[in-house]
Structure formats: C-alpha cells, structure tokens
T-cell receptor, first 114, second 113 residues
Framework: DTAVSQTPKYLVTQMGNDKSIKCEQN?????MYWYKQDSKKFLKIMFS???????INETVPNRFSPKSPDKAHLNLHINSLELGDSAVYFC?????????????FGPGTRLTVL | AQSVTQLGSHVSVSEGALVLLRCNYS??????LFWYVQYPNQGLQLLLK??????LVKGINGFEAEFKKSETSFHLTKPSAHMSDAAEYFC???????????FGAGTTVTVRA
C-alpha cells in the first residue's frame, strides 16, 4: 500500500500549456511538501502545507500554484509551462511540521516541457 | 539560511570496502541533520537523522553517521559496501525553529564488483 503517491509519473507537454500534478498520502500526516529536483539532481523546497495552511512558499514563479483540498492531498498546478520547468517534482509528507520529523517522499513526477 | 556542503559529487568504492560520504553544515547553532538515499527513478528515503539525542546515529541498511560539533560535520559511513548501495545520497539540514529542510547537492555512489 503506497504511502505517498503521485500522478502522473511522467508528463510530457508543450510550452505554454497548463498542467497539474496530484499527490496523496495515506499516512495520516498533517504536513505536505512539494520539491523540485533539477537535471543536476539538486533538490529545492517549493511549498509546504500544514493542515491545509500554507507555511512555506519559496521564491517560485506565480505560475505555480499549490492547492490542498484536505490534509491528505496536495496538488500542484502549473500555468504557461516553460522549458525551464522541466524537472522531477516530488511530493512529501511528515507527521507534523516539526524540526526533527521524517519526511516521506513520493516516487516523483518527471515533467518534460517541449 | 542553513546549508550543507557535500564533499565529492561522486564516490566509487569496491564491494566490501568502506563507504564514507562527507557532509558539513554551516551554522553556529547545531541544527538537525539528515541523510536520505535516492535509488534510481525513485523518491528519497530516510537513512538516519541527528536530533541532538546522541552524536553517533545508526540508520537503516548498516549505515551510521557521527555528529561532530567541533568540525561542523555529519559524515555517513558503512563498513562494507554492497552492490545494492549504489544510489544518490543527500545530506539535509533543518535549523532549530525552522520548517524548511535544505538539501546538499548529493553524492552519487557507485559500487564496483
């Protein structure tokens, strides 16, 4: 039974399109995150929600909009896709937003913008 | 902002040899430190974490790390490498009172038969 799942696993699209990536966790966690991993494997936090409230909002273009309909789901919508958005996007969750909490990662969504 | 530096973007070891991955943090106040592993085409998985309870931390798959405040380091070791240890390893840091986890650039480990 997958703890943190993401759909789709692969996403290939044209520049200028709008796309969404969905994330669900069945761990009963309160906090969820979106990370971007670039082609050099560098990982950077984008957003975090705790109990549906946005607590981390990094310097990310406002074409990216996270939405958390409930504690178990955190979706990422991207408008007007650009070539530089090509990356692997990881969703993660942790029990709370605590400093020592373990984050559990999903399998990733590989986005390719043509 | 908290940051970690991983020395060596690529480490190659023979099967059965010691694995040593280096991580140094930049902070005057000891932060919380983590090691994650990423196998090919998968998400990250926690290996171990330092939460100030003990300086020598044992993790999964035979890995351990020692927190050394005097050296601002949290190096990861495994006495005997296995082929299945081939992966990307990330050191990460979280400051006291901070929500954000910041990752190092990663170290790719290859294991030679």
């Amino acid at each position: 039974d997958t703890a943190v799942s993401q759909t789709p696993k692969y996403l290939v699209t044209q520049m200028g399109n709008d796309k969404s990536i969905k994330c669900e966790q069945n761990l009963g966690h309160d906090t969820m995150y979106w990370y971007k991993q670039d082609s050099k494997k560098f990982l950077k936090i984008m957003f975090s929600y705790n109990n549906k409230e946005l607590i981390i909002n990094e310097t990310v273009p406002n074409r990216f909009s996270p939405k958390s309909p409930d504690k178990a789901h955190l979706n990422l919508h991207i408008n007007s896709l650009e070539l530089g958005d090509s990356a692997v996007y990881f969703c993660a969750s942790s029990q709370v937003a605590g400093e020592t909490d373990t984050q559990y990662f999903g399998p990733g969504t590989r986005l390719t913008v043509l | 902002a908290q940051s970690v530096t991983q020395l060596g973007s690529h480490v190659s070891v023979s099967e059965g040899a010691l694995v040593l991955l280096r991580c140094n943090y930049s902070s005057s106040v000891p932060p919380y430190l983590f090691w994650y592993v990423q196998y090919p085409n998968q998400g990250l998985q926690l290996l171990l974490k330092y939460t100030s309870a003990a300086t020598l931390v044992k993790g999964i798959n035979g890995f351990e790390a020692e927190f050394k405040k005097s050296e601002t380091s949290f190096h990861l070791t495994k006495p005997s490498a296995h082929m299945s240890d081939a992966a990307e390893y990330f050191c990460a840091v979280r400051a006291v009172g901070d929500y954000k986890l910041s990752f190092g650039a990663g170290t790719t480990v290859t294991v030679r038969a």
